[in-house]
C-alpha cells in the first residue's frame, strides 16, 4: 500500500527567501502525486501535480516540485517567499489500482515573518 | 467551469443530536464524490466515497454515514453526534479524464459539545 511521509511538522522562512518542504512516498507501482495547500478553516486548493509526465512540474503561485524515483522524493519549493505563503501544505499520493483513493501526509505548516 | 458547494460552513450541536451535512457539485456529470475529516493538527481521513448514484463505499468504521440521492449531490448524516466526531469535514469531487485529482469545498467546521 501507498503512504507519504512529511519530514517536517512546521518550516519556518523569512520573507523572500527559497522555501522547501520535503515529501517522501512509498508505492508498489507508478505513482501520482501531488501537493494541496490549505489555509486557515478553509478547503484545499491543489498547487500542482505530478503524473508520470515531466519530472519537473510547476504549479500555482511560483511553486515547484521534482519526482525523484531513486530517492522516493517529491519535495516542494519556491525560489522566494510571500507572506501570503503562510498555510498548511499537504503531499499527497496515488497509486495502482485504486487510483481514486488519494493517501494525504500528516502536513507541514509554513510560517513565513517579515 | 466546475465548483462545489458545502455548508453549513460552521456548526455547533449538543451530543446526541442528528446530523446533515450537504454537499453538491456544479458544471459536471457522475462525478466521483467524497466525504474527509480533519481532526486537529492531523491530516485527512477519508470517510467514504462514491462512484455513482447509491453507491457507498466506507472506509472507517464509525457513527457516520453517507448517501447520494442524487448525481451532484452527497450528504453526510449521524442519528447521534459523539464528542469525537467535532472536527473539519471537506467534501470533494473528481471527474472527466483524472479521476484521481480531487477538488475540495471549503469544508464545515463541526464542534459536538
Known amino acids: 500500500a501507498q503512504s507519504v511521509t512529511q519530514l517536517d511538522s512546521h518550516v519556518s522562512v523569512s520573507e523572500g527567501t527559497p522555501v522547501l518542504l520535503r515529501c517522501n512516498y512509498s508505492s508498489s507501482y507508478s505513482p501520482s502525486l501531488f501537493w494541496y495547500v490549505q489555509h486557515p478553516n478553509k478547503g484545499l486548493q491543489l498547487l500542482l501535480k505530478?503524473?508520470?509526465?515531466?519530472?519537473l512540474v510547476k504549479g500555482i503561485n511560483g511553486f515547484e516540485a521534482e519526482f525523484k524515483k531513486s530517492e522516493t522524493s517529491f519535495h516542494l519549493t519556491k525560489p522566494s517567499a510571500h507572506m501570503s505563503d503562510a498555510a498548511e501544505y499537504f503531499c499527497?499520493?496515488?497509486?495502482?489500482?485504486?487510483?481514486?483513493?488519494?493517501?494525504f501526509g500528516t502536513g507541514t505548516r509554513l510560517l513565513v515573518s517579515p | 467551469s466546475q465548483t462545489i458547494h458545502q455548508w453549513p460552513a460552521t456548526l455547533v450541536q449538543p451530543v446526541g443530536s442528528p446530523l446533515s451535512l450537504e454537499c453538491t457539485v456544479e458544471g459536471t456529470s457522475n462525478p466521483n464524490l467524497y466525504w474527509y475529516r480533519q481532526a486537529a493538527g492531523r491530516g485527512l481521513q477519508l470517510l467514504f466515497y462514491s462512484v455513482g448514484i447509491g453507491q457507498i463505499s466506507s472506509e472507517v468504521p464509525q457513527n457516520l454515514s453517507a448517501s447520494r440521492p442524487q448525481d451532484r449531490q452527497f450528504i453526510l448524516s449521524s442519528k447521534k453526534l459523539l464528542l469525537s466526531d467535532s472536527g473539519f469535514y471537506l467534501c470533494?469531487?473528481?471527474?472527466?479524464?483524472?479521476?484521481?485529482?480531487?477538488?475540495f469545498g471549503a469544508g464545515t467546521r463541526l464542534s459536538v459539545l
Open positions: 499527497v499520493v496515488s497509486d495502482w489500482p485504486d487510483f481514486q483513493k488519494l493517501v
Open positions: 505530478y503524473t508520470s509526465a515531466a519530472t
Open positions: 470533494a469531487w473528481s471527474g472527466g479524464g483524472e479521476r484521481n485529482i480531487q477538488y
